[in-house]
């Protein structure tokens, strides 16, 4: 069974993304910012793919982004970053960082599943 950590400030679009993937047969945790997923992906190491909103306090989406890719004893899953940000600097920024891919919110439940599919999760 594969594991996606949902990391969003927003409780509703984690329950709503939790609910995209209730029919994948994955394990999913959540953490509300990236200074929470941090310490997620630090005690469950077995995590496969990330979930991952830019916009949040505390640590935001490109700064987990970064501090995971840039740090050689964290676990290095997929990356999919979801969110509102969709200038063509942010999205390269995102993917240079080391994101395995983009997804534009609002996001249906067909476009994250092909998205997972095509970084080797589902």
Same mark, same amino acid.
């Given at each position: ?37 941090? $310490? ?7 995590? #496969? %793919?990330?979930?991952?909103?830019? @916009?949040?306090? &505390? /640590? ?23 969110? $509102? ?7 390269? #920024? %995102?993917?240079?960082?080391?994101? @395995?891919?983009? &997804? /534009? ?18």
């Amino acid at each position: 069974m594969k594991t996606i950590l949902l990391v969003d400030d927003s409780r509703a679009v984690r329950l709503a993304t939790r609910r995209m993937l209730g029919q994948s047969n994955c394990s999913i945790l959540e953490a509300e910012d990236g200074s929470e997923a941090l $310490t997620v992906l630090k005690s469950h190491p077995e995590i #496969d %793919a990330i979930l991952l909103d830019w @916009n949040m306090p &505390i /640590m935001d989406g490109i700064t987990f982004l970064k501090t995971v890719r840039s740090d050689g004893h964290l676990p290095q899953p997929k990356i999919v970053m979801c969110t $509102t940000e969709g200038e063509f600097s942010r999205i390269m #920024d %995102a993917l240079q960082s080391g994101a @395995n891919e983009y &997804i /534009m919110k609002p996001y249906t439940q067909e476009i994250m599943l092909e998205k997972l599919q095509e970084v080797g999760v589902l």
